[in-house]
């Protein structure tokens, strides 16, 4: 198995911010120019905030479908396991590459739909529409369950990592209880807390 370290995810990082940046640049000067050139008052702003707010719904609604969609098809094929909704991080493209999975539906800046499935003799991963799990870890080649930081777009966000003997990473998810929070990479300490136990196999902490 190929030792992931997360450069590659790093550098992924970067480049997308980059990206961002030279994108916002240039839709802030085309849209001055096209005011400028028309003479266009505030309803040319008015409507330019509509728009992207209308895509930003759109886009918020379909991905919280999916990931409600992924946890329930898992939850149907894998009766009685824990199932932990999750958004990937980066470093899961190159999670799937080392480990000869497709990488279909896994963007390289981390935010696709995925669930964990935490059965008693291995960890199974599911990946947006698939109907079978992309990849699988033998509990007994885990060695670690734990939160550490992630890439996440262009930023680093804590997510759970799950690492085996050899010290690859084979899992690396910012889970998706609250799924809002997690579209952006973000999750709480209790939630982050929460993925640890469910997917160690550890009993809940009575109040935690």
Known sequence: MAKNDGS???????????????VAVVGVLRL??????DGSDAAVWVIAVLVVALV?????????????ALA????????GAAVVPASAAAEMADVALALGASRRGI???GGSVVAVAVLPDRLEVWVGKDDEPR??????QVASVHV?????????RDAVQVTVRSGAVVLAVVPAY?????????ASRQDLERAVREISGAPAVAGG
Request: net charge positive; charged share 25%; glycine share 10%.
């Open 8 to 22: 590659a995810a790093e550098g992924r990082r970067r480049g997308y911010l980059w990206v961002l940046v030279a």
């Open 32 to 37: 001055a120019v096209q005011v400028g050139r």
């Open 56 to 68: 930003v719904v759109v886009t918020v609604a379909v991905v919280l479908r999916r990931i409600g």
């Open 72 to 79: 329930r098809r898992v939850a149907r094929r894998r009766p």
């Open 107 to 109: 963007s390289g800046q």
């Open 135 to 140: 990849w699988s870890v033998p509990r007994v």
């Open 148 to 156: 550490a930081s992630a890439v996440f777009g262009a930023r680093h």
């Open 178 to 186: 609250r799924p809002m929070r997690s579209m952006a990479g973000s």
